[in-house]
């Protein structure tokens, strides 16, 4: 029998009752939000009309290392946490590579993926404000379905726009949301005035995620006791996903194993920067090394291909602007599978840390993505949902690397959510009717063009 069990649990006693947050040990801080009219950094007091008062002070905290976990939020992730970590013995034999392979696996909840960690506390956040309910906005449908969970634990109101071509094609998603409560609108809707301009201009538009994230938030600042929440990108989001970093790394020193390699797929930042926080710690502390790599699509490369400024998250351009790799905010990915790494920006810590070369990313084509999804089902077991399958795909492809040069590494990567929702891409895949589509360089040039001055 192997000496590394398969998988690792940790004890529910073993539940981090602290978030990390990495910006506290990072040299160059990210840089902060700025007021869209004055481009002067937010104050607490403007972020407050959108956000609530607990994560407003989250979000601007750069310096506070540890956040004390509210009980009933740890109560809430011992339903489906710890998440465990796996060694993927049959992939490895599978590809006959020395490399020990490990992925950590976030899928475990009706959500099906890592962003319930979050819902849950902004939830629990806007419960304590007296809020009567928050607005989103949903694309691939993980986050509106990880909200509408979390709303419904505490009692709240939960306002969903869902990008309107996600709506079309995914039923089933809207269907768990509406089975929690949600409202689900989908978005560009004549619910709003941003929406009714954009349908003014675009008339039928399938939607994008910059397009309802402007919805939702002009929902919520123009309803008493609404507030906006975002399940990605912000300094708070990754602070909560630091649960999955964690728990990873509590595990890895009970089985005395130090990853090599740390891999994660990148859509706004949220599993990354929390499945890497403690690691990336020790490294920008000088007391260990790691690989650290992001993962995106080739269609959507926000760090491969993208610029580091201050840009808008909105199409709208009513949010802040953050400092990070980004395409244009009126940058509009192909019709790819990978709905949830489909936002043209990232998160400001991550898009600082790649900038000060402390992490690495790739992109990938989406049907070598699906190739890997396959391999990996057929494999390990787990139908993996295709955002995750990028993260394997460079796995696989480091894992090939190791056998390639006859060397024994720790590789590990997150392995984000399920795929039970994206059936319709796996489909397309199966039919061999998947393509890749990668932008241009004139399209991009013509989207960075419009990123502000
Ligand atoms: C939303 C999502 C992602 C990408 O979001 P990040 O904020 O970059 O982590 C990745 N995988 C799954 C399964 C998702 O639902």
Known sequence: MPEIPYKTYLSEKEIPTAWF??????????????????????????????????????????????FDIPGEIVDFYKMYRPSPLIRAYFLEKALGTPAHIYYKFEGNNTSGSHKLNSSIAQAYYAKKQGLKGVTTETGAGQWGTALSMACAHFGLDCRVYMVKCSYEQKPFRREVMRTYGADVTPSPSDTTEVGRRILAEHPGTTGSLGCAISEAVEYAVTHEGYRY?????????????????????????????????????????????????????????????????????ASCPSFTRGKFAYDFCDTGRICPLAKMYTLGADFIPSANHAGGLRFHGMSSILSQLYHDRMMEAVAVE????????????????????????????????????????????????????????????????????????????????????????
């Open 21 to 66: 947050n990495l910006r506290a040990d990072m040299p160059v801080k990210p840089a902060p939000l700025l007021d869209p009219a004055t481009r002067k950094p937010c104050t607490a007091e403007q972020l407050g009309h959108v956000f609530c008062d607990d994560l407003v002070a989250q979000e601007l905290d750069d310096n506070r290392k540890w």
């Open 229 to 297: 929440v975002l399940g990605s990108v912000l300094n708070q989001v990754l602070l909560h996903q630091s649960i999955i970093g964690l728990e990873a790394h509590t595990a890895f020193k009970k089985l005395g194993v130090k990853p090599d390699v740390i891999i994660g797929c990148a859509g706004g930042g949220s599993n990354l920067g929390g499945l890497i926080a403690p690691f990336m710690g020790e490294k920008l502390r000088g007391e260990a090394d790691y690989r650290i790599v992001a993962v995106e699509p």
């Open 366 to 453: 989406q049907t070598s993505v699906f190739e890997a999804a396959e391999f990996f089902a057929r494999t390990e077991g787990t139908l993996p949902a295709p955002e995750s399958s990028h993260a394997i795909r460079a796995a696989i492809d480091e894992a090939l690397r190791c056998k390639k040069e006859g060397i024994e590494e720790n590789i590990f990567f997150g392995l984000t959510g399920t795929g039970y929702f994206d059936l319709m891409a796996y489909a397309t895949y199966n039919d061999r009717k998947m393509s890749d589509q990668l932008p241009t360089d004139a399209e991009l040039n013509a989207s960075f063009e419009k990123i502000p001055q």
